[in-house]
């Protein structure tokens, strides 16, 4: 584009240099109102579930223009090379799909508000033609005919989330996006422009023209959709004449001047006032930590998930580390977080097996309108996974089998939303059964605390305060800081989450503080320090906890997997003294007492099966709280699977020789 508007210029520029008919090199800058109008489907390649239509944006256009005048002051044409942005914002409301209210604790008719807002940033070449009517009024009229090619930037994104009933989120999210990437089926928009412009001459080479303008679109930006796109302008263009007549140089007359003797500065010594403190007293509350010594089992899910339409793996899937340093037992000690790590677990013992992995994918049977083109896509997620496996951790190709369904053999409930989201997925099914063991961490610390949160009461002078800091340390290692730009107040809080709790009872306790430390308007610095008391005991008993999952939707028969499972623990984890607890829960889909029926009826097969193993063995309670407090995130697919478990809690008391 810019060696083309050199070799259009260098010409014209040699020309004017040979003729006193003005030629002008221009500026333009101004704005754009955009009214897009389309029948882009909502489902790519499906006009029966809605289409996007009208759309307004705002944006801007810069560039630079050549005008050469045939008649001065009469008729002129001029070339222009623009950067233009043209955004869309369209929207469309949906109503196809019945989603659980929480509040109403039952299924509703839901409206769903579906967004695609695209980036559309354009080369232009417009050519025009200006003729002023009256010579002596500088007000001229402009057609001008342009093209222009969406190369620069041809991103979109489309989301979706429901407004009503209002407050309800898809798949955990209150806003889901449904698809982005490049728009790859744009055409060259050609259209006829009219213009409305004055010329200000500021001086006589230097002229200013704002201009009105409006755009009627020849033809669809897109090709096969209809999609025109009518722009309203308004803006300016400051120009320079490149042939303007030589001048006279006026010899400039300079006056004599003296200069002035500056007086001396005298300047009196000022003692700086004496420091004021700010911080009067800081206090924080006294803190208890109860520490138990647990053995837990993390089960598996061999399910990946997969957003609509799309066979790219969430970034949650990809180990930002090296695979050398790869190690199990260095997984957080949370069910979700391994979870995230599933491709990584199974790349790492499929290394060493001599067995293999069929990689099965699937779709949620709606996402397409063809069932090749959903088989298509199923099969793109399977072998995204298995490129993974291949470039990430070695795995010889002819290890890894490909298969494909429309859905999988047991599916989720299409009647919901989230039923979908689960089904879009890739399942991992080894030939040797173990690879898909549970993580076991054995013997790690679990603290919990007799409160939720620290309160920390700051008694200070808070109008001489800019900001400040607050800081727990044991012997100057940081544990807890955070900084506010704000006013400071009387009270702040900590909370206790666990990673903090772990830090404070890990660390030296008898040398715990808390540091205010404040900074001045005056840019003085001043900081306090006093002591934190923590108080830190230990329980009796010895805690082995495992969670059976993959309970199919809605059955709560008891799979070989968990089987397996719970031989292995009652063996390591129940003696004649261990209390057990039994707890079913579920996920949110479905009537409340439905599933509190259906945990119970999960928890009761357990036991059941616990005491055909160890017939005198005595359950503290077997109980279901259906989807009572949730300890997983229901607004993801594997979150949801998470809270379809059973709860093996087993207390042992510890044994002082």
């Known amino acids: 584009m810019y060696k083309l508007l050199l070799i259009l210029l260098t010409p014209l520029i040699l020309i004017s240099s040979e003729t006193d008919k003005p030629?002008?090199?221009?500026?333009?800058?101004?704005?754009?109102?955009?009214?897009?109008?389309?029948?882009?489907?909502?489902?790519?390649?499906?006009?029966?579930?809605?289409?996007?239509?009208?759309?307004?944006?705002?944006?801007?256009?810069?560039?630079?223009?050549?005008?050469?005048?045939?008649?001065?002051?009469?008729?002129?044409?001029?070339?222009?090379?623009?950067?233009?942005?043209?955004?869309?914002?369209?929207?469309?409301?949906?109503?196809?799909?019945?989603?659980?209210?929480s509040l109403t604790q039952d299924y509703e008719k839901a409206t769903v508000q579906n967004d695609l807002e695209a980036t559309l940033n354009y080369f232009v070449f417009d050519l025009g033609f200006k003729i002023r009517p009256v010579s002596n009024i500088p007000i001229a009229l402009r057609v001008g005919y342009d093209f222009s090619d969406a190369s620069i930037t041809k991103k979109y994104t489309q989301t979706r989330h429901i407004i009503d009933p209002s407050g309800v989120q898809i798949n955990g999210n209150s806003i889901e996006t449904v698809s982005e990437g490049d728009f790859n089926n744009l055409t060259v928009s050609q259209g006829l422009s009219g213009s409305l412009i004055g010329d200000i001459d500021l001086t006589e080479t230097i002229t200013l023209s704002p201009e009105l303008s409006y755009r009627y679109p020849i033809n669809s930006s897109m090709k096969d959709i209809d999609w025109f796109t009518t722009l309203f302008r308004a803006g300016a263009t400051i120009s320079v004449r490149l042939n303007s007549p030589t001048k006279e140089l006026v010899k400039e007359i300079q006056q004599d001047t003296i200069k002035q003797i500056e007086a001396p500065l005298i300047t009196e010594k000022i003692e700086e006032p004496a420091e004021i403190n700010s911080i009067n007293n800081i206090g924080i509350d006294n803190l208890k930590i109860t520490q138990t010594v647990v053995t837990q089992t993390y089960p598996i899910l061999p399910y990946i998930f997969f957003d609509s339409t799309s066979y790219q793996l969430s970034n949650k899937y990809y180990y930002k580390g090296d695979t050398k340093n790869f190690s199990e037992q260095l997984l957080e000690k949370n069910s979700l977080r391994i979870y995230e790590r599933l491709i990584d677990i199974i790349g790492h013992r499929l290394k060493v097996s001599d067995g293999g992995l069929t990689i099965k994918g699937f779709t949620d049977g709606r996402e397409l309108t063809s069932i090749n083109d959903r088989k298509t896509l199923a099969y793109n997620r399977a072998n995204t996974v298995k490129e993974y496996l291949i470039s990430k951790w070695g795995i010889s190709p002819q290890k890894l089998m490909i298969e494909t369904e429309d859905i999988p053999d047991q599916p989720t409930s299409s009647s919901y939303l989230e039923g979908l989201a689960e089904n879009r997925r890739v399942e991992l099914l080894p030939d040797d059964i173990s690879l898909l063991k549970p993580i076991v961490h054995s013997q790690f610390m679990e603290y919990a605390t007799d409160k939720n949160k620290l309160n920390v009461d700051l008694d200070t002078k808070s109008d001489a305060i800019k900001d400040y800091t607050i800081i727990i340390e044991d012997n100057n290692n940081q544990l807890y800081t955070e900084s506010k730009q704000s006013a400071i107040p009387n009270n702040y809080t900590i909370n206790l989450d666990n990673k903090l709790t772990s830090k404070i009872a890990e660390s030296d306790i008898d040398n715990l503080q808390l540091e205010l430390l404040v900074t001045k308007h005056d840019g003085r610095i001043e900081t306090k320090k006093i002591p934190f008391n923590v108080e830190k005991e230990n329980n009796d008993f010895e805690l082995g906890r495992l969670n059976l999952i993959v309970f199919d939707f809605d059955k709560s028969v008891i799979s070989d997997a968990n089987r397996n499972m719970i031989d292995k623990f009652i063996i390591n984890n129940i003696s004649n003294d261990s209390q057990i607890d039994i707890i079913g829960s579920t996920d949110f889909l479905g009537e409340r007492l439905y599933n509190k029926d259906l945990s119970q009826k999960r928890a009761d097969n357990v036991a059941l099966y616990i005491n055909t193993l160890l017939p005198d063995v005595k359950f503290n309670k077997v109980m279901g709280i259906g989807s009572e407090n949730p300890k997983f995130d229901n607004s993801t697919p594997e979150g949801r699977f998470y809270c379809r478990t059973v709860l093996i809690e087993v207390k042992t008391p510890i044994k002082i020789n």
């Open 23 to 101: 030629l002008r090199l221009g500026v333009l800058l101004g704005g754009n109102y955009i009214q897009n109008e389309t029948m882009l489907p909502i489902v790519n390649g499906d006009t029966c579930c809605g289409e996007f239509n009208d759309g307004y944006a705002a944006s801007f256009y810069t560039g630079l223009s050549l005008n050469y005048e045939f008649l001065p002051k009469f008729i002129s044409a001029d070339i222009r090379f623009l950067f233009d942005s043209r955004p869309a914002n369209l929207t469309v409301n949906t109503n196809d799909y019945e989603v659980f209210n």
